[in-house]
């Protein structure tokens, strides 16, 4: 992984069939996996104090074997002198002279439990909150700092936040309306109803790659909240036809599958851009048997494509391309990947696609800006910015109503705001647009 930069979610699965690891074995070693990856900032700067040099300047294989150690002395309930042996045995194999050091390090992490050693090493909580939160849970400082602003400078929910981060989430299914009832779905893949969105089913365990349900397209893999930022795009009022839909960022395709489902039931025809071309291929496939266009092309074209007109479209998705943070459950070494220094390139894009939304949407017409980040640089910012550049007039709608009645803490509107620690879904925001 850290050698070739590659996600686990992708590599694991095909590393595991290849050493021949099922049931628990093979939950063991994700476990161990995605945990070592959660927690690695944690990891190395106990190993740093423990080893008494910087972790950067050990060997990588065998660093990377002292993480895995770390994390089973600290965060399982693997027998301390198991974890040390089966480790000092993994080094023996990666950097045969570095056993004794490996074990030395080991015993030292062993002296000290999780908590034990972010006492000692996280400065305190009083004088750098930001510092002190970002060493106990293992994210970037600037992701902290990121989510706190977001939360309002709430220091107890950003915690609930970085502690829900370092938790597996349960997978979620979309029941595609017209073609599953999620009550029926849930039986037959034996999950559950899910508790928001009306399409949502958790699936208790199991690969959802094997459900019949998902290859008849009758259901996708899809996160709750991203289900009900669709939905609500699909359910803000209009007036007049209503038949024009688009969906500006729609690769790999999972809203551009719901929104499809919601057009067959209302005689409308989705409109699926993507620029990349095999996420364009995944659209098609994700959209098959649905009335949906996919087009591959940029959608900062409208206006000059002539499949983009302006002013032509009923309903409008912006799923930008963004930083990711509100869904870092599902991708246990992004929070590593990302750097600030994104951010200029993603808010300018986020700006421009959000631009182009709103000039080919027709005037009266409804257009959701939507991230799985809640960074406000790339939400609110983004959506102030586009609606003050785009030089057509267009108002805020209150999304709120368009979620589920009674769903808590979704934010003082108009926008919307998810989060996992409140809502089990990922951290999508939601703007909707309405042309004047
Ligand atoms: C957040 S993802 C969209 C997720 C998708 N809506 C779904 O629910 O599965 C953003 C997508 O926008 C695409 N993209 C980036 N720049 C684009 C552009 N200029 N025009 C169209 N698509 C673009 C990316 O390749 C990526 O597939």
Not at 27 to 37: D, M, Q, S, V
Not at 224 to 253: F, N, T, Y
Not at 257 to 278: C, D, F, I, P, Y
Not at 384 to 395: I, K, L
Request: overall charge negative; charged content about 20%; some cysteine.
């Amino acid at each position: 992984m850290h050698r070739d930069d590659a996600y686990a979610n992708l590599v694991l699965p095909a590393i595991l069939r290849d050493e021949g690891l099922t049931g628990r074995d093979a939950a063991f070693a994700t476990e161990l996996t995605y945990g070592t990856l959660r927690h690695v900032g944690t990891l190395d700067a106990i190993l740093t104090a423990a080893a008494g040099r910087d972790v950067q300047r050990i060997d990588p294989p065998v660093r990377d074997a002292l993480r895995i150690g770390a994390y089973q002395l600290l965060h399982t309930r693997v027998p301390a002198h198991a974890a040390v042996s089966s480790t000092v045995d993994l080094v023996r194999v990666v950097g045969p002279s570095a056993t004794g050091f490996a074990n030395a390090v080991l015993r030292e992490v062993a002296e000290r439990d999780n908590d034990g050693w972010v006492a000692r090493l996280a400065p305190p909580i009083q004088t750098d909150p930001i510092g002190h939160l970002a060493l106990a849970y293992s994210h970037p400082q600037w992701i902290v700092r990121a989510f706190s602003e977001a939360l309002g400078g709430d220091l107890g929910e950003t915690t609930r936040l970085l502690i829900e981060d370092n938790e597996r989430p349960p997978v979620h299914l979309c029941a595609r309306p017209g073609l599953a009832d999620p009550v029926d779905l849930a039986d037959e893949v034996g999950g559950a109803p899910g508790a928001f969105s009306p399409y949502a089913v958790y699936l208790g365990g199991g690969a959802p790659g094997d459900l019949a349900a998902v290859a008849d397209g009758r259901a996708h893999v899809q996160d709750e909240g991203s289900q009900l930022v669709a939905d609500a795009l699909a359910a803000a009022p209009l007036d007049g036809p209503d038949g024009r839909w688009l969906d500006l960022c729609a690769g790999p395709g999972g809203k551009s599958g719901l929104l499809g489902a919601l057009a067959a039931q209302r005689e409308a025809r989705l409109t699926a851009v993507e620029v990349a071309e095999h996420r364009a291929r995944l659209v098609g496939n994700a959209t098959r048997a649905l009335p949906v266009t996919v087009l591959h092309t940029d959608g900062r074209l409208v206006g000059s494509e002539p499949k983009l007109p302006e002013e032509h479209f009923d309903r409008v998705l912006v799923d930008a391309p963004c930083t990711g943070l509100g869904s870092l459950r599902r991708r246990p070494e992004s929070r590593w990947r990302r750097q600030p220094s994104d951010l200029p390139a993603l808010t300018r894009l986020q700006r421009e696609l959000l631009t182009a939304g709103l000039r080919a949407v027709r005037p009266g017409g409804v257009v959701a800006y939507v991230t799985c980040s809640p960074h406000v640089v790339e939400t609110h910012v983004t959506v102030t910015e586009a609606a003050r550049r785009c030089g057509a007039p267009v108002d805020f709608v209150d999304a709120r109503p368009l979620l589920p009645v009674g769903m808590p803490g979704i934010g003082d509107g108009p926008t919307v705001q998810l989060w996992p620690h409140r809502h089990g879904t990922d951290a999508m925001f939601l703007a909707l647009l309405r042309r004047t």
